[in-house]
């Protein structure tokens, strides 16, 4: 069965550390987005991509970068982690065919503590 | 901007309540709606969707949700709430009909159901 993967699950480290989150998708949607959730302000867009090579900047996306070299693959780098980027991290995935048209997939989330 | 936004914040009813939860938008055009729920520990899925037609669209496990489009609401229910329905219930908005247009979350709605 299509799927998407998450990793890591759990994460822990400290302030100023580069930290990616690994986003794959074999859904082979165009395209992928991260979102973060916090208490009270639901889930958030950080970056989003409709297909290889293009990305974009959503609602809060200070700090954060992403890249997308292929179809499955949507990382998701903090240059330098801070304690304000302590969250929940969920990866999403939607096609443009009408059948799927605007439905988001969500993968299980990578939970980052940053000390 | 386009704000979505959950009144209820947190939900607490026992087993054979009635369940509304609110969902307003500020987007004056067309738009895509959807409820997510996401379970404890679990990532988010689909509940229900309303692109067109029929403003009174049924969902998996007896909710439904009803679109009113010159309240901006699109309000979900359920008549008898089980248990298993404690959760987590995201609105979320798509503008437009381009698949590409990224969806807009509500701050979400944690409801638990006591036994």
């Known amino acids: 069965d299509a799927e998407i993967t998450q990793s890591p699950r759990h994460k822990i480290t400290e302030t100023g550390r580069q930290v990616t989150l690994a986003c794959h998708q074999t859904w082979n949607h165009n395209n992928m987005f991260w979102y973060r959730q916090d208490l009270g302000h639901g889930l958030r867009l950080i970056h989003y991509?409709?297909?290889?090579?293009?990305?974009n900047k959503g609602e809060v996306s200070d700090g954060y970068s992403v890249s997308r070299s292929n179809t499955e693959d949507l990382p998701l780098t903090l240059e330098s982690a801070a304690s304000s980027q302590t969250s929940v991290y969920f990866c999403?995935?939607?096609?443009?065919?009408?059948?799927?048209?605007?439905?988001?997939?969500f993968g299980e989330g990578s939970r980052l503590t940053v000390l | 901007a386009q704000s979505v936004s959950q009144h209820n914040h947190h939900v607490i009813l026992s087993e054979a309540a009635s369940l509304e939860l609110g969902c307003n938008y500020s987007?004056?055009?067309?738009?895509?709606l959807f409820w997510y729920v996401q379970y404890p520990g679990q990532h988010l899925q689909l509940l229900l969707k309303?692109?067109?037609?029929?403003?009174l669209v049924k969902g998996i496990k007896g909710f439904e949700a009803e679109f009113i489009k010159s309240k901006f609401s699109f309000n979900l229910r359920k008549p008898s709430v089980q248990w298993s329905d404690t959760a987590e219930y995201f609105c979320?908005?798509?503008?437009?009909?381009?698949?590409?247009?990224?969806?807009?979350f509500g701050g979400g709605t944690r409801l638990m159901v006591k036994p």
């Open positions: 991509s409709y297909g290889v090579q293009d990305t």
């Open positions: 979320a908005v798509k503008r437009g009909n381009n698949a590409g247009n990224m969806l807009t």
């Open positions: 309303y692109f067109s037609g029929d403003p």
């Open positions: 999403a995935s939607s096609e443009r065919s009408t059948g799927l048209f605007g439905e988001l997939f």
């Open positions: 987007y004056g055009g067309t738009v895509n």
